[in-house]
T-cell receptor, first 118, second 113 residues
Framework: DVKVTQSSRYLVKRTGEKVFLECVQD?????MFWYRQDPGLGLRLIYF???????EKGDIPEGYSVSREKKERFSLILESASTNQTSMYLC?????????????????FGPGTRLTVL | AQSVSQHNHHVILSEAASLELGCNYS??????LFWYVQYPGQHLQLLLK??????LVKGIKGFEAEFIKSKFSFNLRKPSVQWSDTAEYFC???????????FGKGTHLIIQP
C-alpha cells in the first residue's frame, strides 16, 4: 500500500520566515509533486521532480523552491514566507512513466500540511 | 496549456438522488483523465481514471464516468447517492507527459439525509 507522509499537518509561521515542508514516500516512486489547494481554485502544481536532484517548475513556482536529495524525499521551501502563501500544501508521488502500451499511473497524495503565515 | 472546467462549485442533493458532475478539459491531444475525491479530513483519493479503451469507466463506490472525446468531457455519475458521498470532487487531466495533473476547481457535494 502506497504511503505518502508529510512532516506536519498544521504549521504556523511568521512573515519572512524560511519554511520547510517535507514529504516522504515509501514506494520507490520516481516522480514527486507539490501542489497547493485553495478554496475555489482547486489544486495547482508548484513544482515536480522526476528524479533525484531533478526539478521542474509547475504552474505557480514563484516564491517557492524544492529539493530532492534522496529518491523518497521531496522538500518544498518557502524562502521568505508571505501571507499569500497561507494554504493547504499537498505532496504526491507516482511511479515513473510506463513503457509503450502501458497505462499512465495515478498520483498518490499525502494528507496535506495546512500552513498559516501570520 | 491544459485547463479543466467543473461546472458546479456547490451541489446539494437528497439521498437516493442521481448525480452528474460536469467536467470539460481543453487539451487537444491524447489525454489521461481522472476523478479524485476528498472526504472531510481525509486524503485526496482516486475515484476512477481513463486513458484508453472503453469510454465508460467504473470506479469505486458505484461511481462511473464517460469520456466523450468530441465534447472534451468526462462527466462523473452515480445513480443513487448516499449521505457518505458528501465530499469535494476534483476532475483532473494529464496530457501524457511526465508532469503533474491539471485540476478543476472542485465541486463541493453535500448529500442531505
Amino acid at each position: 500500500d502506497v504511503k505518502v507522509t508529510q512532516s506536519s499537518r498544521y504549521l504556523v509561521k511568521r512573515t519572512g520566515e524560511k519554511v520547510f515542508l517535507e514529504c516522504v514516500q515509501d514506494m520507490d516512486h520516481e516522480n514527486m509533486f507539490w501542489y497547493r489547494q485553495d478554496p475555489g481554485l482547486g489544486l495547482r502544481l508548484i513544482y515536480f521532480s522526476y528524479d533525484v536532484k531533478m526539478k521542474e517548475k509547475g504552474d505557480i513556482p514563484e516564491g517557492y523552491s524544492v529539493s530532492r536529495e534522496k529518491k523518497e524525499r521531496f522538500s518544498l521551501i518557502l524562502e521568505s514566507a508571505s501571507t499569500n502563501q497561507t494554504s493547504m500544501y499537498l505532496c504526491a508521488s507516482r511511479p515513473g512513466l510506463a513503457g509503450p502500451g502501458e497505462s499512465y499511473n495515478e498520483q498518490f497524495f499525502g494528507p496535506g500540511t495546512r500552513l498559516t503565515v501570520l | 496549456a491544459q485547463s479543466v472546467s467543473q461546472h458546479n462549485h456547490h451541489v446539494i442533493l437528497s439521498e437516493a438522488a442521481s448525480l452528474e458532475l460536469g467536467c470539460n478539459y481543453s487539451y487537444g491531444g491524447t489525454v489521461n483523465l481522472f476523478w479524485y475525491v476528498q472526504y472531510p479530513g481525509q486524503h485526496l483519493q482516486l475515484l476512477l481514471k481513463y486513458f484508453s479503451g472503453d469510454p465508460l469507466v467504473k470506479g469505486i463506490k458505484g461511481f462511473e464516468a464517460e469520456f466523450i472525446k468530441s465534447k472534451f468531457s468526462f462527466n462523473l455519475r452515480k445513480p443513487s447517492v448516499q449521505w457518505s458521498d458528501t465530499a469535494e470532487y476534483f476532475c483532473a487531466v494529464n496530457g501524457g507527459g511526465a508532469d503533474g495533473l491539471t485540476f478543476g476547481k472542485g465541486t463541493h457535494l453535500i448529500i442531505q439525509p
